[in-house]
């Protein structure tokens, strides 16, 4: 079966549905499917966020999985992301930052919406 006779619709919901490491796995067979793991999304999250700060930093979740609260670490995790994938589909992605009152650095909180090109506020 060739896969790239699919239609793009039914392929970009199949690689919605792979895990971070399969795909990984899948760009090591051959340069089309390398193209194919890279053009479509990272990967779906049920839940990410960018939570209560603590001083200037923001606490920030992807799924299950917690980052620092620097800006260095986001810079890492950005690159890191745009040198394999393309986007990252969240299905609930919530902001808490009440009583920010500029307290946070202003250029990791934009670097991190601007991360994943699809915002509704």
Not at 8 to 19: P, S, W
Not at 23 to 40: K, Y
């Amino acid at each position: 079966m060739d896969i790239f006779a699919l239609p793009d619709v039914f392929i970009r919901k199949l690689m919605r549905t792979m895990e971070i490491e399969d795909r990984m796995r899948l760009r090591l067979v051959c340069r089309a499917f390398e193209q194919l793991a890279a053009d479509s999304h990272a990967g779906y999250f049920a839940v990410g966020g960018i939570y209560k700060p603590v001083g200037r930093n923001l606490a920030v979740n992807f799924g299950d999985t917690p980052f620092k609260r620097d800006a260095q670490s986001a810079t890492e995790l950005t690159q890191l992301r745009s040198r394999l994938f393309n986007g990252i589909t969240f299905a609930k992605f919530e902001l808490k930052v009440a009583e920010i009152k500029l307290q946070v650095p202003t250029d990791l909180f934009f670097q991190l919406i601007a991360t994943h090109k699809i915002v509704h506020l």
